[in-house]
Each structure stands twice: as structure tokens, then as C-alpha cells.
């Protein structure tokens, strides 16, 4: 059985600001990892994704995550963070026995302030 | 293109009342996921179509949750006798195909029991 903890149920920053946003997983098998972000009454949206090669992969909004076979995690960053960045993102695990079946975390909200 | 939608988006049902909840995938996704969302938490996996195949439906909740997608595009998820247990945000996603781990969502349907 797959499981995500992801550390931290709120993070408030100020506009500018480095944030990280933790994840965790615990799995038997080789994963697939996931961050995707909920805008206010909208969808979920993939953010960036892990499936294989490099362990550090980015989106084009200037995020960052490195999964870390060892620790067993998979941390969201961003050197500089936007007002626009608001929003509740989720860390997500799947593998490839289950046919894209995702395991989510429970969602940390990201607030940006002024 | 159109991207995954649902309908309704917002249900409001009395305790005892069916409800039935629609998904229209993205054209040629061939795999299709339902996962329920409880306020505060990550979505949770329900049930996982591969065409109208139903490869998964481990996490459906009790057997008053069905979910069909006859002609392997436009899903239901049907509730019988609802439960206020049941109220959540109802997710549907798709993706190309079954290797293919990348999951688009729709927007959800806001179930209330009453």
C-alpha cells in the first residue's frame, strides 16, 4: 500500500519569498510522483511530475521538486513566490502496478501575502 | 481542447435520495478515475475505467456507489440512497492511455446530503 504525509497543513509567506512545500511517501515499489495545484473553485492541475531520469524536475512557472529515493520524499520549491501562487497543493504517488491509481496527501494550502 | 468536465457542478440531495453524477473525459482518453475529495483532505481513489472496462473498484465506499461508462467515453458515478457521509467534492479525471500517468480533472461536483 502507497501513502503520502505531506508535513505542513498551511504555509504563509510574504510575496518574494523562498517557500518549500514538504512531501512524503512510503511505497513498496518504484513510484511516480506527482504535485498538483487547486486554484479557488477550480480543478486540479498537474504541476510537475516524476517518472524517471533526472530527479530534479521543474515547471514553467519557475517551481521546483527533487525526489529523494533515500528519504523516501519529493519537496515543491520556489526561490521567489508570486501573489499568484495561492493556492492548496497536493503531492500525489502512483506506480506502475496499479495503473495510475494515485495515492494523494492530504494538501497543504499555500498563502501569499503582501 | 476541452478538457474534462462534469455535471452538475453543484448537487444538493436529502438523505435517502439517488443522485447520479456525470463525466465527460477529454476525446480519446482512454483511462478514466473517480476519486472523492471530503473537505480539508486529498482526493481519495474510488473506482478506474480502461475504455468501459472497470479494471478497479476497490475504493468505492459501500455498495450503494456504482459507476459505469458504457461506450468507453461519458462515465456515471451513481449514489444510492444517499448518506450525509457521502457529501464531498466528487473528482473525475482521464488520462491518454492506462501507461500513461498523467491525469487530467475536471472541476467536480460539490455534492451536499441533506
Known amino acids: 500500500a502507497q501513502s503520502v504525509t505531506q508535513l505542513d497543513s498551511q504555509v504563509p509567506v510574504f510575496e518574494e519569498a523562498p517557500v518549500e512545500l514538504r512531501c512524503n511517501y512510503s511505497?513498496?515499489?518504484?513510484?511516480?510522483l506527482f504535485w498538483y495545484v487547486q486554484y479557488p473553485n477550480q480543478g486540479l492541475q498537474l504541476l510537475l511530475k516524476y517518472l524517471s531520469g533526472s530527479t530534479l524536475v521543474e515547471s514553467i512557472n519557475g517551481f521546483e521538486a527533487e525526489f529523494n529515493k533515500s528519504q523516501t520524499s519529493f519537496h515543491l520549491r520556489k526561490p521567489s513566490v508570486h501573489i499568484s501562487d495561492t493556492a492548496e497543493y497536493f503531492c500525489a504517488v502512483s506506480d506502475n502496478t496499479n495503473a495510475g491509481k494515485s495515492t494523494f496527501g492530504d494538501g497543504t494550502t499555500l498563502t501569499v501575502k503582501p | 481542447g476541452a478538457g474534462v468536465s462534469q455535471s452538475p457542478r453543484y448537487k444538493v440531495a436529502k438523505r435517502g435520495q439517488d443522485v447520479a453524477l456525470r463525466c465527460d473525459p477529454i476525446?480519446?482518453?482512454?483511462?478514466l478515475f473517480w476519486y472523492q475529495q471530503a473537505l480539508g483532505q486529498g482526493p481519495e481513489f474510488l473506482t478506474y475505467f480502461q475504455n468501459e472496462a472497470q479494471l478497479d473498484k476497490s475504493g468505492l465506499p459501500s455498495d450503494r456507489f456504482f459507476a459505469e461508462r458504457p461506450e468507453g467515453s461519458v462515465s456515471t458515478l451513481k449514489i444510492q440512497r444517499t448518506q450525509q457521509e457521502d457529501s464531498a467534492v466528487y473528482l473525475c479525471a482521464s488520462s491518454f492511455r492506462s501507461s500513461e500517468y498523467e491525469q487530467y480533472f475536471g472541476p467536480g461536483t460539490r455534492l451536499t446530503v441533506t
Open positions: 511505497s513498496s515499489v518504484s513510484v511516480y
Open positions: 476525446s480519446g482518453h482512454v483511462s
